[in-house]
Each structure stands twice: as C-alpha cells, then as structure tokens.
C-alpha cells in the first residue's frame, strides 16, 4: 500500500494565525488526495477532495476560504487553515487513494490545537 | 444513501476473551468494506478489507470479519483479546470515486 506522510505531526498556534499541514504521498503519485478532520470522540468527516492541477472539491458545510487547499504537485497536498480559531481545534488526517478505485490509505494525522 | 453505524460506542472487554464488535452499512451497490483501528493520538491502521470472494476475511493482528448480505453487516471478530487491541476501531465503506463513508466508531476497552 502506499505511504502517506504529514507534517507537523502537531502544532499549536494563536487564534487568528495560519497554519499550514503539508500531505505527502511518499511512494506513487496521485492526482487526487483528501483531506479529513476528526474531533475528539467523534469519527472522520470528509473536508474536501485536493485535485492536482484543478481546484479542490469542498464538502457541504466547509468553508473554501478558511480552509485553503493547494495540491501542488503529484505528490504533496497542503491545507492551510486560515484565521484559525479555538474551534479549529482537531485533528487533521489526509488520505491518498490506491490502486483500487475504492481504497485509500491514511496519514498518521496532525493534531491542530489553536489557542 | 450511504451510511455506516456501529451501534456500540464502547466496548469492554477482558484479556483473553473474544471480542465482536458490530457494523452495518447501507449502500445500494456492492459494498467494499474496510475497518480500521486507531490509537489515541495515532492516523488510522487498515485491519482488513472485504472487496469480493469469500466472505470471510482474515486480517492482521488476529482480527477477522464476516460480511453477510442479507444482514447488510461486516462484523469485526477476534477470538482472545489483548491489552495492545485497546484502541478506537471504525468500520467503512468505500464508494465509486473514492468516497470513504465512516462509522462514528466503537471504542475497545481491555481489562486485565
């Protein structure tokens, strides 16, 4: 399967700051990855699919202009959550899809505290 | 539409004894099923997938599934737990496009 990285790992920043978590897809390229948010105790929410070369696709409810997302090259997506406040706070997981069409494989997540 | 629920939220167990931990789906073709475990703080570890074949799948860790059509479920199953298996588990579908349908989890508690 492939091997998806994060970075930071963790991070904590004030409110009103940006903050940027990069994605890397570290054994294959991929023209599509996603991105998640996950709050304690609760499960993962798709937040927006990042397409290499186009615009990223955002869920209902998610704010494009809070939430920017660059997939700058076949193998790393960025999210940076702009003007971040306390309810930002969550854990922020991205996912490249695999060789089946209906697999994907994770990141090991970024911990997103905002102060 | 498609929807996944783990009807127990949290489970506890002792070690060494067999653990079922139950999901449903509903989706309207056929289903591509996926549960995975996570570790407080930790991404998310793919245990085992059901894709086609037989309907009884193995998986790491000593965790197997069964998916039963006619009950619209993939039930998790390990026959003695241990102490390590304490963790979060989330059963999901996977869709055309690539679309990741999860359940909001069951969380595995392990005693001694």
């Known amino acids: 399967g492939a091997v998806v990285s994060q970075h930071p790992s963790w991070v904590i920043c004030k409110s009103g700051t940006s903050v940027k978590i990069e994605c890397r897809s570290l054994?294959?390229?991929?023209?599509?990855m996603f991105w998640y948010r996950q709050f304690p105790k609760q499960s993962l929410m798709l937040m927006a699919t990042s397409n290499e070369g186009s615009k990223a696709t955002y869920e209902q409810g998610v704010e494009k202009d809070k939430f920017l997302i660059n997939h700058a090259s076949l193998t790393l997506s960025t999210l940076t959550v702009t003007s971040a406040h306390p309810e930002d706070s969550s854990f922020y997981i991205c996912s490249v899809p695999g060789q089946s069409s209906y697999e994907q494989y994770f990141g090991p997540g970024t911990r997103l505290t905002v102060t | 539409a498609q929807s996944v629920t783990q009807p127990d939220i949290h489970i506890t167990v002792s070690e060494g004894a067999s653990l079922e931990l139950r999901c449903n789906y509903s989706?309207?073709?056929?289903?591509?099923l996926f549960w995975y475990v996570q570790s407080p703080g930790q991404g998310l570890q793919l245990l085992l997938k059901?894709?086609?074949?037989?309907?009884l799948v193995q998986g790491i860790k000593g965790f197997e599934a069964e998916f039963k059509r006619s009950q619209s479920s993939f039930n998790l199953r390990k026959p003695s737990v241990h102490w390590s298996d304490a963790a979060e588990y989330f059963c999901?579908?996977?869709?055309?496009?690539?679309?990741?349908?999860f359940g909001t989890g069951t969380s595995l508690t392990v005693i001694p």
């Open positions: 999901a579908v996977g869709a055309i496009g690539n679309q990741f349908y």
């Open positions: 054994d294959f390229q991929a023209t599509t």
């Open positions: 059901y894709f086609s074949g037989d309907t």
């Open positions: 989706y309207g073709a056929t289903p591509y």
